[in-house]
Nanobody, 120 residues
């Protein structure tokens, strides 16, 4: 009922930048929070950054000062600008959204994941 489509992953050298984008579609009444998670090989999925509908943001300590999350409430999109990338940022990045459908049922949705590879 809610689909998240990500774009913007790829390969970059250490110190480079990438921008991830995610667009939500479906029978959405309201999206409360949108965020980005990542999962590296052999590790658990972890929160990278989250942004509320009001614009409040929260970041993992490991990305503070390097990553910036933003959203367009009118378009139901969220982006993640990633600067000063390091090999430790290599992971599959997943978009996440939670909110309410037009039926007023709550939802949580995940994107399919996009690979980010940072080489040294």
């Amino acid at each position: 009922q809610v689909q998240l489509v990500e774009s913007g992953g790829g390969s970059v050298q250490a110190g480079g930048s990438l921008r991830l984008s995610c667009a939500a579609s479906g029978i959405i009444f309201r999206i409360n929070a949108m965020g980005w998670y990542r999962q590296a090989p052999g590790k658990q999925r972890e929160l990278v950054a989250v942004i509320t509908s009001g614009g409040s943001t929260s970041y993992a300590d490991s990305v503070k000062g390097r990553f910036t999350i933003s959203r367009d409430n009118a378009k139901n999109t969220v982006s993640l600008q990633m600067n000063s990338l390091t090999p430790e940022d290599t992971a599959v990045y997943y978009c996440n959204a939670e909110g309410r459908l037009v039926t007023l049922r709550s939802f949580e949705a995940w994107g399919q994941g996009t690979q980010v590879t940072v080489s040294s």
